[in-house]
Each structure stands twice: as C-alpha cells, then as structure tokens.
C-alpha cells in the first residue's frame, strides 16, 4: 500500500517523542495510521516491539535454510525481508561479512538489514617475497599470502602488516566503499642477505631445509632458517641461523 505522507503527519519514536520524518532509518519497523479511504497518513511511530541490532559484523543471510547467522546466533527471516545500502534497496544476500549492518528482528524473524559501513577491495602486487606467510589488514582480515591477492575489507583507513619466516613490514592503506585500492608492496618486500659457513672435513655437506647447498655459501630472503651438517664418520650437526644484515 502506498500512503501520502505530508508535513502534519506526526512522527515520534519509540518512546512517543517528536522526531522528524529523516530519523526513521530505512528498514525501520513502525505503527502508522491513515485515512482507509484517502491513504493520507496521520501519523508514524517506531515500533516498540521490535529489537534493533546496531554494528552486527559477520552477518551471513543463508537463503537456502531461510536463517539470518549473527553474533554467533541465528535467526528465521522473514519471506519479504528487504535490504538496504544507503538510499539503495539491495538483495540480502548482497550483503557481505565484512559489512557492519544493523537488523531490524521483529516477532523473532529479520525484517530488514541495512548497511552501515561498506567494504571495498584491496588488490596487492609485488608481495613475491611474502608469499607463504600472513597478511593483516583492516579488523579481521588474517590470511595467507598468495601471488594473486584481491581481499574484501571493511571500508576505512588500515595498517596493513605484512610477514614471512620472521621479517613484517606495514604500509597505511584507505579502503574505499565499492572501490578496488592496489596497494604495491615492491617498496617494503623481504631484502636478501647471505651467510657463508667454515666447515671442517671440507667433504661435509650442508642442507638448509632440504635442500643441498654448495660452496658453503647461502643466499635467501631475511628471516630464520633451519640447517644440517652430515659428513660419513662424524654424527649429523642441526642448528639454526637468522639473517638479518
């Protein structure tokens, strides 16, 4: 039903009290009354029997079950729930994890959802260096560096930290709502470094990880490695060593 709303139409909140028409969000529950036969408004109230959930984050709308997953709990939605990104009505379903939400539940079932803070996307390059270990950025993105990164984060400004085998750097990155940021980090990736060993028999051999090397010298990016040294008749030595200058 569409009703006419204009200025004489009384708007109050849920405790009854004047408010204007720009503070009842989109999504919002609320009593009306209006003229059946003109569907002119008389007046708006929110509803005081539904609960609203503000700064929900990990929100997850499973259609297929027809549940609302949140804060760790879960709740029936409603077959005609709506969503809202801003002015913009939405799918449900478009709405993603890393979103900060608030859920409008009434009669114990998701009525509404509207999205508060957004996400946008960070693309990395020039993380070859830091492939294997962890990149951190915004309030719960942790993952694995890989050589093709495209990360959903909540809209904002963010340290980004980096790491592999023991070595971490960081660059300030601003994520922008519906935007894709690249972020190069060619300026901050592992340098290199090498350490030459003296070993006696001069026939022993050397293997850092698995791996055999030759001329008693090594050559690898900053951090901690794990070494063995084998030579027939002498018992196998294992260590460790950082590099770091």
Known sequence: ???????????????????????????????????????????????????????????????????????????????????????????????????????????????????????????????????????????????PVTDDMLLAVREGEYTLRISNNGYSDSKEVKVVRDKETKVDLTDIAIPTGTIGFTVTPEDATIKVGKKQISGFVYSNLYGTYTFTVEAEGYKTFRGSFKIDK
């Open 1 to 143: 039903t569409n009703l006419m709303y204009h200025g004489g139409v009384s708007v109050r909140n849920r405790y009854g009290e004047e408010i204007g028409i720009n503070k009842i969000a989109l999504g919002s529950v609320v009593d009306v009354e209006y003229y059946t036969d003109t569907a002119k408004l008389l007046s708006i109230q929110i509803s005081d029997t539904v609960t609203t959930l503000t700064g929900v984050t990990k929100f997850v709308a499973d259609v297929e079950s027809g549940k609302a997953i949140y804060k760790g709990t879960s709740c029936d939605m409603s077959k005609s729930v709506v969503a809202f990104d801003g002015d913009k009505q939405i799918d449900i379903t478009e709405i993603h994890t890393e979103d900060q939400v608030t859920l409008f539940i009434f009669g114990g079932k998701l009525v509404a959802a509207s999205i508060e803070v957004g996400h946008g996307y960070v693309r990395l390059s020039g993380q070859d260096s830091y492939i294997g270990g962890l990149v951190e950025i915004g309030y719960d993105v942790i993952v």
